[in-house]
């Protein structure tokens, strides 16, 4: 079962930008769909942003247009960048993996916090 790090979370400034990263532990040439959760205190879990194998992107209204995802099989990894953060986009965010439309693997989350 692939293994899923994310990184790049952290504290910005309302407006700013930020770069996520996942990386997987071996080929996602063959996974169907990965992307990108978050879950902010009290709230529910929202998908963000998915990409699949045939480089099909879909992303959640309130991101869209000031978010891309892409994916890098040759480097395993799957990219979330966010700009015109806002005080909103604060979660813990965490990569997924989809395949046969099973979640087959999800990293350990990596915190963002835009401050206002």
């Known amino acids: 079962q692939v293994q899923l790090v994310e990184s790049g979370g952290g504290l910005v400034q309302a407006g700013g930008s930020l770069r996520l990263s996942c990386a997987a532990s071996?080929?996602?040439?063959?996974?169907?769909?990965m992307g990108w959760y978050r879950q902010a205190p009290g709230k529910q879990r929202e998908l963000v942003a998915v990409v699949t194998n045939g480089d099909s992107r879909n992303y959640a209204e309130s991101v869209k247009g000031r978010s891309t995802i892409f994916r890098d099989n040759a480097e395993n990894t799957v990219t979330l960048q966010m700009f015109s953060l806002k005080s909103e986009d604060t979660a813990v965010y965490y990569c997924?993996?989809?395949?046969?439309?099973?979640?087959?693997?999800w990293g350990q989350g990596t915190q963002v916090t835009v401050s206002s």
């Open positions: 071996e080929s996602i040439f063959n996974i169907d769909a």
């Open positions: 997924y993996a989809v395949q046969n439309g099973v979640y087959v693997s």
